[in-house]
């Protein structure tokens, strides 16, 4: 029985990453960044520098920082464009591959990778369609 669960292991294992990426399931290797921000803290804190990547679908593309509502206590500490580093300001806007760090309390982390990584509001209308002609 042991060898039978060690071969499955071992063939599910070996095949799942080949055959998802033939089936177009697979995002590929997830990139590491270049780039490294740390918090220092002598005592315990409930704080985080976490780092985003804007994406291409995502609701903050083309917007300036003023214009997103972030969760209290969260800061934006550094935008990462083409190799270069940018000092946020309120006039600083987001674009697709910006790399962002953002200081913020551990429990506002899923808040704010919804905020980074969620669609656009898209106005949809319904049009109106005839089935049969008289």
Not at 75 to 103: H, Q
Not at 113 to 130: D, H, R
Request: glycine share 4%; hydrophobic share 40%; proline share 4%.
């Amino acid at each position: 029985m042991f060898f039978v669960v060690l071969l499955s292991a071992l063939v599910q294992g070996a095949t799942i990453n080949p055959i998802a990426k033939r089936l177009g399931l697979s995002k590929g290797e997830k990139q590491q960044s270049n780039y490294s921000l740390e918090l220092v803290s002598l005592g315990k804190t409930n704080n985080e520098i976490v780092e985003f990547t804007i994406s291409d679908y995502s609701s903050v593309v083309g917007k300036e920082l003023k214009d997103i509502t972030l969760p209290d206590s969260t800061l934006i500490t550094a935008v990462i464009r083409d190799s270069k580093l940018i000092t946020p300001v309120g006039e600083t806007r987001l674009c697709r591959d910006d790399i962002v760090y953002v200081l913020l309390q551990k429990d506002k982390r899923e808040a704010i990778k919804k905020l980074f990584n969620q669609l656009p509001e898209i106005e949809w209308k319904p049009k109106k369609v005839t089935l049969f002609h008289d």
